[in-house]
């Protein structure tokens, strides 16, 4: 399967925790992003890398969590001191940049977490 | 990137076309239409996009108006599998921008037996 993959699918914590999520993009694809979607809503925007650079950041991306994507390749998301708000689900998207059809952003089955 | 506003819910028979509209009154000329599909507890699903002319693949058609301010999504054979959360986003298009991509609530397309 070369679809875009995230680790682990469902994550339990306890607050104040930290928790740690990854995304493995679709392979040779320079441009990857991070949405959270809460019960009933739509996904949001988190941030956005093109090959290792985080070129935007969303103001729902507080000073506690921090996004990397160290060699251009999968990116991991870090939640750190986690809060029963920050309960939803992650998910993670790449497109190959370019022409309009390389724009295309493919999902991942995203990350559950759930903090106690 | 502009607004779009689609109908909360809407149910098709099993069989027959599902045909979901989305207003995007606002929409500027370098902007596309692109439509996805959340099934329940997956990630968003690639359906379709276009910028001016009509559009089909292998899971649906896109008709967008002539003034662009509107478009149809329309799935021809509509089945139980197809039951999902449709989401019709305008953003645009060219390299320079990040192209992220903002979901509003979408529609809750119900097929029926």
């Known amino acids: 399967d070369t679809g875009v993959s995230q680790n682990p699918r469902h994550k339990i914590t306890k607050r104040g925790q930290n928790v740690t999520f990854r995304c493995d993009p679709i392979s040779e694809h320079n441009r990857l992003y991070w949405y959270r979607q809460t019960l009933g809503q739509g996904p949001e925007f988190l941030t956005y890398f093109q090959n290792e650079a985080q070129l935007e950041k969303s103001r729902l991306l507080s000073d506690r969590f921090s996004a990397e994507r160290p060699k251009g390749s999968f990116s991991t998301l870090e939640i750190q001191r986690t809060e029963q708000g920050d309960s939803a689900m992650y998910l993670c998207?790449?497109?190959?940049?370019?022409?309009?059809?390389?724009?295309?952003?493919?999902f991942g089955p995203g990350t559950r977490l759930l903090v106690l | 990137d502009a607004k779009t506003t689609q109908p909360t819910s809407m149910d098709c028979a099993e069989g027959r076309a599902a045909n979901l509209p989305c207003n995007h009154s606002t929409i500027s000329g370098n902007e596309y239409v692109y439509w996805y599909r959340q099934i329940h507890s997956q990630g968003p699903q690639y359906i379709i996009h276009g910028l001016k002319n009509n559009e089909t693949n292998e899971m649906a058609s896109l008709i967008i108006t002539e003034d662009r301010k509107s478009s149809t999504l329309i799935l021809p054979h509509a089945t139980l599998r197809d039951t999902a959360v449709y989401y019709c986003?305008?953003?645009?298009?060219?390299?320079?921008?990040?192209?992220?991509?903002?979901f509003g609530q979408g529609t809750t397309l119900q097929v029926k037996p």
């Open positions: 998207a790449s497109s190959l940049g370019g022409t309009q059809y390389q724009e295309t952003q493919y």
């Open positions: 986003i305008v953003r645009v298009g060219g390299s320079s921008n990040t192209g992220k991509l903002i």
